[in-house]
């Protein structure tokens, strides 16, 4: 079976999740534990964990070609090399590897995981995600990161070293008394180290955060609207004029260094979420009981998973949520929305049975009537530079019809 955007579901993602963070940042809500030390014992046990999980997912993939594997957190990085390789291995010998396959590991910048980029390198890793988030001191600081801008420029350094050639670099704007001098001399400095892949975000108060807990005191001084409008317009002009290409709403590369892992999840193709709070979406069901996929979550708790997973047990927070058709369209207009390529009314229609007006007539007509969205010819939408910075008004137009 082919999915919409004609790549073939024979293929599959493994996103891989390790919760274990030196410091927790004060903007994050992911599933993420701090420790002070990532233990041998700790690290053994949670990798037998997951590679026994593997273990008890593979058969909803089975006869798939392994495309990409993703080592994410938390800081997959404080754990050693030899058992990051354990989860490559594991990975690739559970499903077919026909050509390269991409395998990102996330890492902060700091002395101890700089020592160990050699060893990522010959564990199987092709791809470093940095989380570099700014140079500025003050700013690092402020947003509660572990590293200062010396470590980020070192590690860069021994990247290259270390020998891989695809980088790429987390940078975050609009940043609590962050100004646009401050980001125009943070975008300097990344050109100056030319990563073959940048990821842009804006600073967002997640609730339950100890930055939306400031917020609602008022001590949080974050740019205004229009102050992040032009770190945004910053970025985008000065990336697109260094010869990155805009491809996703957030991210930014070289030609041929887009992220392979990434774009799985925008074109909605298979992933395998493996680990504390993972997320998968698994193929459409054969027999027709879940046409649109199945989406599972996993347990946030490191406790609670260990304990599911050593019992010979699933270790989902809740039963599997099959996809209905109104949250798939809604899916798939937001999520290709998103990429600079945008959504192709043909490859919806052949899965939905209509065109996307025949879905959302009204609120098409009104954001290409408001200059948010472009619409082709053949019926096909993208969003438009208008649209692309506000975005989350564009996509709430067909989430809440989806919902």
Known sequence: MDYPDGVSAATVGVY??????????PYCDFAVVGVRTLTAEVERRYVDALLRELELRRPAFAGRELASLYLGGGTPSLCRPESLARIVRAARAAFEVRGPVEVTLEANPSTLERERLPGFRDAGVNRLSLGIQSFDDATLKRLGRAHRGDEARLTLQAARTAGFEALSCDLIFAAPDQGLPQLEADIDELLAFAPEH??????????GTPFATAAERG?????GEDEALAMWDAIESRLEAAAYVHYELSAYARPGFEAVHNQRYWRRQPVLGLGVGAFSTD?????????FGLRRSNLRSPDAYLARIEAG??????????????????????????????????????EFGRPPRGFYPDEITTLVAQALLAEDSAGGLRLTRRGQRLSDTVFANFVELGD
Do not use: I, K, W
């Not at 891989?16 to 940042?25: I, K, L, Q, S, T």
């Not at 940048?198 to 609730?207: D, F, G, H, K, M």
């Not at 001590?219 to 740019?223: E, F, K, S, T, V």
């Not at 193929?283 to 046409?291: I, K, L, N």
């Open 219 to 223: 001590q949080l001084a974050c740019a």
């Open 16 to 25: 891989v999740h390790v919760p274990f963070c030196e410091r927790v940042c």
């Open 283 to 291: 193929p459409r069901g054969s027999r027709g009981d879940a046409p």
């Open 198 to 207: 940048v990821s842009a975000y804006e600073l967002n108060v997640e609730p």
């Open 313 to 350: 047990e699933s270790a989902e927070s809740e039963p599997a949520e099959a996809l209905s058709p109104e949250t798939a369209r809604a899916e798939a207009m937001f999520l290709s929305l998103r990429t600079r390529s945008g959504l192709d009314a043909a490859a919806f229609e052949r």
